[in-house]
């Protein structure tokens, strides 16, 4: 076997070593040196890699997918079912988008937004153990639940928040909606402040309450010049089904009221004790609706008033009938459910891992990179129609440094629906992006680009992994050799 000198040393090494080792290092320094920087592509599903060209649009402001609720009754078509109520609308929840409406701008005396509100800040305020003592005005008032089957509500006595409750989401009841007042704020003209001032948190502001059941306020009186006592006109509560969607959603969020909402019937044990059975108003709804209606309130005061929440086919919504007539409260409901049912459906938007075509991404560096959706999105849309506006904006959130992961956020795309809502969705990088521009990393960033090369190099690690397999094999076949050699020896000179 031939062998070469190695300076400075009084070794030799095999022959075949030193040019595998040469031939390493030439490869190595040949990548460098022919391909110093592969340029960056987007590629395509089908593995052509072509240049993005595609216009990045500025955007004013970031859009999520909470819309407004005013802006989104534009471009409504006229609805395509009748109730008998003079003022009706649907929501869809999840993007507080009106499906349909019908005078749901306009002013009105409405007990439910107000029994509604009376029920929220309670249910956020008492746990349902806790017990509230009637007083005397509470147990002087009129009240429907009792016609119903109801212990009236006497002074002194004591009943708990979860009873009371659903008394009043049950019967719309008065007294019980009075009584939640006064256990929060001793005089209910102090809870019609916290009312007021909880309407304007949820951006209720054309609504304005006047008592915690929505009856017109107690008539004011006040003396004029010659002192002579004159009556002013009561005060009266008001409130729009616009402001009456925002408040039913708020309710539907809340784990307590939400509960008392979407009961049918309920057993309690009072005090006595006593067992007490409760039924609500549209118990049978449930049935009716075959159980897309989850949760219900009525009202039949001044005017009648439905109340709904509940599910169509994956869209969750709110539906709201005020004006209508108390016998057909159920079927009204049930014709709205079915007429969303009928008129529209859920579409995916984009789904995870998709590629976004209509911008590109670049580190302070200079290497480009394209953008992937990072969430499945859908939306509610008229069937068989796709209401997408065609422009699609994309907003950035660069400049961007090294390392960037797979799954980091870096932008956003954003959808526009024929009726001015908009969707924004979260887009990343389509691969990782390495922390550093190092010998070992640059390298393999490289071959992260260059399918081909990585395989050519591949293809010769295992070519030099085999030849040295090879010579370790020779090499210990030839020492085994001179080992049995140098034994013979041994034993010929004895």
Not at 137 to 156: C, F, I
Not at 400 to 410: D, Q
Not at 448 to 462: M, R, S
Request: proline content about 4%; overall charge negative; cysteine-free.
């Amino acid at each position: 076997m031939a062998s070469v000198r190695t300076q400075g040393t009084g070794r030799y090494k095999p022959a075949g070593q030193t040019k595998g080792r040469i031939a390493s290092m030439w490869l190595l320094v040949s990548f460098f040196v022919f391909f110093p920087g592969l340029p960056a592509k987007t590629t395509l599903w089908g593995g052509e890699s072509v240049a993005v060209a595609a216009a990045i649009l500025p955007v004013s402001e970031a859009s999520g997918p909470e819309v407004d609720l005013d802006a989104s009754i534009a471009n409504l078509a006229t609805p395509p079912v009748s109730v008998s109520g003079t003022a009706m609308l649907v929501l869809e929840v999840n993007r507080s988008r009106v499906l349909f409406e019908q005078n749901s701008e306009i002013a009105l005396d409405s007990p439910v937004s107000a029994k509604l509100m009376t029920a929220l800040i309670a249910s956020e305020q008492l746990k349902p153990e806790t017990m509230i003592t009637i007083s005397s005005v509470t147990a002087e008032m009129p009240d429907l639940a009792v016609s119903k089957g109801q212990p009236a509500l006497k002074t002194g006595e004591k009943y708990s928040f979860e009873y009371l409750l659903l008394r009043l989401i049950f019967y719309d009841s008065d007294a019980a909606a009075v009584a939640l007042a006064e256990q929060i704020s001793g005089e209910e003209s102090d809870f019609i402040l916290l009312m007021n001032s909880k309407a304007q948190s949820l951006e209720m502001l054309e609504t304005i309450f006047t008592s915690s059941t929505g009856l017109a306020a107690p008539v004011k009186r006040s003396e004029d010049t010659q002192s002579e006592t004159i009556a002013q006109e009561p005060e009266t509560a008001t409130t729009t089904l616009r402001d009456l969607a925002r408040l039913v959603k708020a309710a539907s969020q809340n784990k307590t009221l939400a509960s008392a909402l979407t009961r049918q019937s309920e057993y309690l044990v009072l005090p006595g004790p006593t067992v007490i059975s409760l039924h609500h108003q549209l118990e049978t709804l449930w049935t009716m609706s075959e159980d897309q209606v989850t949760g219900a309130f009525f009202s039949n005061k001044s005017d009648a008033a439905t109340v709904t929440f509940g599910t169509v086919d994956d869209i969750s919504i709110i539906t709201l009938i005020h004006g209508g007539r108390a016998t057909e409260a159920i079927d009204d409901t049930v014709a709205l459910y079915h007429a969303v049912d009928e008129n529209f459906e859920v579409a995916t938007l984009v789904e995870a891992g998709d590629h976004f075509f209509g911008g590109q991404e670049q580190t302070v560096d200079g290497e480009s990179f394209g953008l992937v959706y990072l969430k499945t999105i859908t939306y509610v849309r008229p069937s068989g129609q796709d209401y997408l506006d065609s422009a699609v904006q994309y907003q950035s959130f660069g400049p961007f440094t090294r390392p960037i992961l797979n799954g980091a956020v870096i932008g956003q795309a954003i959808f526009k629906l024929l009726d001015g809502t908009t969707i924004a969705v979260d887009v990343g990088p389509d691969r990782q992006i390495l922390s550093s521009v190092t010998l070992i990393d640059r390298a393999l960033k490289q071959l992260q680009g260059n399918p081909n090369l990585t395989i050519v190099l591949l293809a010769t690690l295992v070519l030099l992994i085999l030849v040295l397999a090879a010579r370790v094999l020779a090499n210990l076949a030839r020492l085994t050799k001179l080992t049995f050699l140098l034994l013979f020896e041994i034993r010929s000179r004895r």
